[in-house]
Structures are given as C-alpha cells and as structure tokens.
C-alpha cells in the first residue's frame, strides 16, 4: 500500500505561483509512475504532469506545459508539482497518484491516490 497525502494548494490571484507537494509513505517508490491530476467542477478528472520515480523522465499536459514543472526528492520520498504563471481555468482539486510500473504510458492505470488539494485562482 501506499499513502499520498497532499498539501500546498490554497488561493492565489492569476499570473500568481502555488507550489503542490505530494508525501509518500508505506512502500519505497522505485519502479513507480507518480502524477498529479485535477478535477474542476463539472468537469472530468485530467492528467497534469507525471513523473517516472526511477529515472526521472516527466510529461505535461499541453495546456500546462511551459507552466508547471513536476519533480521528486527521493530523499524525502516526496513529489511536488510547481505551478506559475496561473490561470483561472487552473482552478480545480488536485491529487496526486502513484502506479506501480514505470513503463507504458503516463496517464493511466493508477491505483494510489490522495484524497486532494484545492486550488483556486482567481481572475
């Protein structure tokens, strides 16, 4: 089993930078998958950013990239996602997830998840 417990998010004024932090607890994350994901009211959940645990590789979601930027610290078995240059349309629960297997593709399969953080950016 692995727990994911998310915190950092909060309300910030567009144009503005919130950072996500996702800690890990219960397994080490080697040959993990770890992303973060959102979901906007009345909206579907959607794939941000991911981060292969092992190797480091990444991927984002064309409507963040050049925005955001995921990392992890093996060290504190952490996983943060760094969010600038905010837009309302960024506004939505943030969660983070893990998936056993860092091989395929980024955005699916994972079975750990937080329980989310809100992000709110006003306009």
């Known amino acids: 089993q692995v727990q994911l417990v998310e915190s950092g998010g909060g309300l910030v004024q567009a144009g503005g930078s919130l950072r996500l932090n996702c800690a890990a607890s219960?397994?080490?994350?080697?040959?993990?998958?770890m992303g973060w994901f959102r979901q906007a009211p009345g909206k579907e959940r959607e794939i941000v950013a991911a981060?292969?645990?092992?190797?480091?590789?990444?991927f984002y979601a064309d409507s963040v990239k050049g925005r955001f930027s995921i990392s992890r610290d093996k060290a504190k078995n952490t996983v943060s996602l760094q969010m600038n240059s905010l837009k309302f349309e960024d506004t939505a629960v943030y969660y983070c997830?893990?998936?056993?297997?860092?091989?395929?593709?980024?955005?699916?399969?994972?079975?750990?998840w937080g329980r989310g953080t809100q992000v709110t950016v006003s306009s």
């Open positions: 219960g397994r080490t994350l080697s040959n993990y998958n």
């Open positions: 981060i292969r645990w092992s190797g480091g590789s990444t």
């Open positions: 997830a893990a998936r056993f297997g860092d091989v395929g593709n980024y955005y699916s399969g994972y079975n750990y």
